[in-house]
C-alpha cells in the first residue's frame, strides 16, 4: 500500500480520466476516481478511501455538477481542497466555486493538475 495521498477523481469521460490518474501518479499522488457527482459523495461519505483533495470536472453529465459536488463536501469537510476542471465554464467559478479553491481550464498539461492539487494541500499543511 503506498503512502501517497489519494485524490478524489471525478471525470465522466474516460479517456480524461486515466490521463488524470496517470498525471496524478506521476506527481506522486494516487487517483481514487468515480465518474459521477452522487458516485463522489457516496466515496467520500464512506470514508474508506480516506481522500485528501478533490479533482472534479464540472459538467457531469445528467447528476449533479462539480460546483454541486465540491459545496456538498464543504459542508462535511469545510475547507477540503477542491481543483476544478473545465472547459467551457471557467467564467462561473468566481460565482460558483468554493473558497480556496482552483480552476484549471481544459485542454491541460499533465503537470498542471499535480501542481495545483499540491499547492493546496500545501496551502492547508
Known amino acids: 500500500m503506498s503512502n501517497a495521498l489519494r ?5 465522466d469521460e474516460a479517456l ?11 506527481g506522486g499522488f494516487e487517483a481514487c476516481s ?3 457527482g452522487e458516485a463522489a459523495m457516496s466515496t467520500f461519505r464512506d470514508g474508506r ?7 472534479t470536472d464540472v459538467n457531469l453529465g445528467d ?3 462539480g460546483w454541486e459536488l465540491a459545496r456538498q ?4 469537510t469545510p475547507g477540503f481542497p477542491v481543483v476544478y476542471m473545465t472547459s467551457a465554464s471557467a467564467p462561473d467559478w468566481k460565482s460558483q466555486g468554493v473558497d480556496g479553491s482552483l480552476l484549471i ?5 499533465p503537470a498542471q493538475l499535480a501542481a495545483a492539487v499540491s499547492q493546496l494541500l500545501d496551502t492547508r499543511a
Open 49 to 55: 478511501e480516506q481522500c485528501r483533495a478533490l479533482l
Open 63 to 65: 447528476g449533479i455538477s
Open 105 to 109: 481550464e481544459k485542454p491541460f498539461a
Open 73 to 76: 463536501i464543504r459542508e462535511i
Open 7 to 11: 485524490v478524489l477523481v471525478v471525470e
Open 34 to 36: 468515480v465518474h459521477s
Open 16 to 26: 480524461i480520466c486515466s490521463f488524470i490518474e496517470d498525471a496524478l501518479s506521476d
